[in-house]
């Protein structure tokens, strides 16, 4: 029997999970999702993801594709897969998709959403969550640094050590900050991502927010291409891969357009 392929939205809190891949010696999201899809299968089954997320690191917006011969409704897979996952993990969507389609190389951009609680007093609901900063932030200043990365450059000041992809260079299409009350909302939507890039993108803009360097010390970090010289990598907890963006042609459903998790939140 043909196998044919299927691609599905899924969103999991990070929290108590060692990132995306599959790990001998730690919880892993995709090895707890492999295990929900091929029980529903009744074979074994694995999963490939448009991004792989950090320790950590949450989403709403993920998108994985998988391979079977089993016969399944979508609306089986959907209830299927949910019933045999944890409650921090859920199939949003499932969508029968040509043999071609890739969750990972289809993409034509993905976008991240980083999320700062801005405020003296911390936060018992929002802990793995939000980055929570005591100390005041302008997120205006933050918005005016930020137009200075979009575009294509050369990414380096922002990749991690241990970044493996060939090239450091992307292009940001865009770039936003926004605050809703006490929290400091970034999105930024890409072509593709550097190892840990959002996140240190997000400790510089956030030292522009403090008032500790200037709008145009973004500029100076390009050019420099030197990560020593860029602010530390923002914590994990408030990251999240917001949507995948695919052709129109596909018609996936789309992610919710901001996080809900707090009474606190207000639209724009």
């Known amino acids: 029997m043909i196998a044919q392929r299927f691609a599905a939205g899924v969103e999991y809190d990070g929290s108590d999970?060692?990132?995306?891949?599959?790990?001998?010696?730690?919880?892993?999201?995709?090895?707890?999702?492999?295990?929900?899809?091929?029980?529903?299968?009744?074979?074994?089954?694995?999963?490939?993801?448009?991004?792989?997320t950090d320790t950590g690191v949450h989403a709403c917006g993920q998108v994985v594709h998988f391979d079977s011969v089993a016969r399944r409704s979508e609306f089986a897979w959907l209830r299927g897969i949910n019933s045999n996952l944890p409650a921090d993990i859920a199939i949003q969507w499932v969508r029968a998709v040509p043999p071609d389609f890739h969750a990972r190389y289809s993409a034509l951009a993905r976008s991240y959403r980083y999320v700062i609680l801005n405020r003296p007093v911390r936060s018992a609901l929002d802990r793995h969550r939000a980055w929570q900063l005591r100390v005041p932030i302008d997120a205006t200043l933050m918005q005016f640094a930020a137009r200075h990365l979009i575009g294509e450059h050369d990414f380096?000041?922002?990749?991690?050590?241990?970044?493996?992809?060939?090239?450091?260079?992307?292009?940001?299409?865009?770039?936003e900050v926004v605050r809703h009350g006490d929290y400091v909302v970034i999105e930024v939507r890409a072509n593709g991502f550097l190892y840990h890039m959002v996140r240190n993108i997000v400790g510089s803009l956030v030292r522009v927010g403090t008032g500790e360097a200037q709008a145009a010390w973004l500029v100076e970090l390009l050019a420099l291409k030197d990560r020593r010289v860029a602010a530390p990598t923002a914590p994990s907890a408030g990251l999240f891969l917001a949507a995948v963006h695919y052709p129109d042609a596909l018609a996936f459903p789309l992610p919710p357009s901001r996080p809900v998790w707090s009474a606190e939140w207000r639209d724009r």
């Open 17 to 52: 999970f060692h990132g995306w891949q599959v790990q001998s010696h730690a919880r892993s999201i995709q090895s707890t999702l492999n295990a929900a899809i091929s029980t529903v299968a009744n074979e074994i089954l694995t999963t490939a993801a448009a991004g792989r």
């Open 156 to 175: 380096s000041s922002f990749r991690a050590a241990g970044c493996q992809s060939k090239s450091p260079v992307r292009r940001i299409e865009a770039l």
